[in-house]
């Protein structure tokens, strides 16, 4: 069974720093791998998607991903975080059977002035 | 445009009781997928319905049931309510759920709170 660790459940950066949000996922196939970003009291927000190809993704908003087949991990980035940054974010795994996806628990981000 | 929309935004019911939540999607959206999050964890998959066809469940109990209607708009109903069922309920549409890299826009949500 596919699933989806976010290791992370709580980090605080500053404003102006970098960003790393840890995924690892576990899949049989090439994954189909997603970031969502949930601001309170809204639904889920795509920052960007894998399929293939390119295995460093650009996404909304500033943020990347690096896809790691090795590592089996998606990882997170962003240059410099700004307060509007503060958010839930979830990884997520597409699954070509049910076309459903598996979502990680999330790692919740705290940006301090 | 309207994105995904969701009736109502909040609901409280007591244990044994039934709830059926609303689910509007995109304009030419013919997929809607529904999913449950409950507090501090990620989404999971319940439903998929394309062209008011189920395409896809999720490990959920006998339960949950949805429906999609001929304007693509869904349903989502839960009988004999338990207090695990509080979650956010969200829907997502697509323009027709066949596609990994079709892009799914998500609802705000319906908060549920079972008593």
């Known amino acids: 069974a596919q699933s989806v660790t976010q290791p992370d459940i709580h980090i605080t950066v500053s404003e102006g720093a970098s960003l790393e949000l840890r995924c690892n996922y576990s899949?049989?196939?090439?994954?189909?791998l997603f970031w969502y970003v949930q601001s309170p009291g809204q639904g889920l927000q795509l920052l960007l998607k894998?399929?293939?190809?390119?295995?460093l993704v650009q996404g909304i908003k500033g943020f990347e991903a690096e896809f790691k087949r090795s590592q089996s991990s998606f990882n997170l980035r962003k240059p410099s975080v700004h307060w509007s940054d503060a958010a839930e974010y979830f990884c997520?795994?597409?699954?070509?059977?049910?076309?459903?996806?598996?979502f990680g628990s999330g790692t919740r981000l705290q940006v301090q002035p | 445009d309207a994105g995904v929309t969701q009736s109502p935004t909040h609901l409280i019911k007591t244990r044994g009781q039934q709830v059926t939540l609303r689910c509007s999607p995109i304009?030419?959206?013919?997929?809607v997928s529904w999913y449950q999050q409950v507090l501090g964890q990620g989404p999971q998959f319940i439903f998929q319905?394309?062209?008011?066809?189920?395409?896809g469940r999720g490990n959920f109990p006998d339960r949950f049931s949805a429906r999609q209607f001929p304007n693509y708009s869904s349903e989502l109903n839960v009988n004999a309510l338990l207090l695990g069922d509080s979650a956010l309920y969200l829907c997502?549409?697509?323009?027709?759920?066949?596609?990994?890299?079709?892009?799914?826009?998500f609802g705000s949500g319906t908060q549920l709170s079972v008593l």
């Open positions: 997502a549409s697509s323009l027709s759920g066949q596609g990994q890299n079709e892009k799914l826009f």
């Open positions: 899949y049989g196939a090439t994954p189909y």
């Open positions: 894998y399929f293939s190809g390119d295995t």
């Open positions: 997520a795994v597409g699954n070509t059977g049910r076309r459903a996806l598996t």
């Open positions: 304009s030419g959206h013919k997929s």
């Open positions: 319905y394309y062209e008011k066809e189920e395409r």
